[in-house]
Nanobody, 126 residues
Framework: QVQLVESGGGSVQSGGSLRLSCAGS????????MGWFRQAPGKEREGVAV???????RYAESVKGRFTISQDNAKNTLYLQMNSLKPEDTAMYYC????????????????????WGQGTQVTVSA
């Protein structure tokens, strides 16, 4: 049974940093597309960053240059380093996974991921 557990959320001021972690069990990260998604109140869930088995990454335009996704396959842990945080980054952040079968096939689309964590809240104040 696949389980994903996020941690590291919190409240910071604008310009601050946070590092999110996602610990997985029941899967090996080096066989899956792994991603971070977020959902703000009243908005749809959106893709933030994804990483594939070759460690290629994709980012939403709104976070490029500020967020970095990475993973430690030995620890089965996914990370999201978030710098220069803005109030518009305030959201519930979710870790997600889907089995990867082809090269360059990991995207930011929420409907492509079938394993999800419970989320961790990030709040950025002005």
């Amino acid at each position: 049974q696949v389980q994903l557990v996020e941690s590291g959320g919190g409240s910071v001021q604008s310009g601050g940093s946070l590092r999110l972690s996602c610990a997985g069990s029941g899967l090996t990260y080096n066989s899956y597309c792994m991603g971070w998604f977020r959902q703000a109140p009243g908005k749809e869930r959106e893709g933030v960053a994804v990483i594939d088995v070759s460690e290629s990454t994709r980012y939403a335009e709104s976070v490029k240059g500020r967020f970095t996704i990475s993973q430690d396959n030995a620890k089965n842990t996914l990370y999201l380093q978030m710098n220069s945080l803005k109030p518009e980054d305030t959201a519930m952040y979710y870790c997600a996974a889907v089995r990867q079968y082809y090269e360059n096939s990991c995207y930011l689309r929420t409907d492509e991921y079938n394993y999800w964590g419970q989320g961790t809240q990030v709040t950025v104040s002005a």
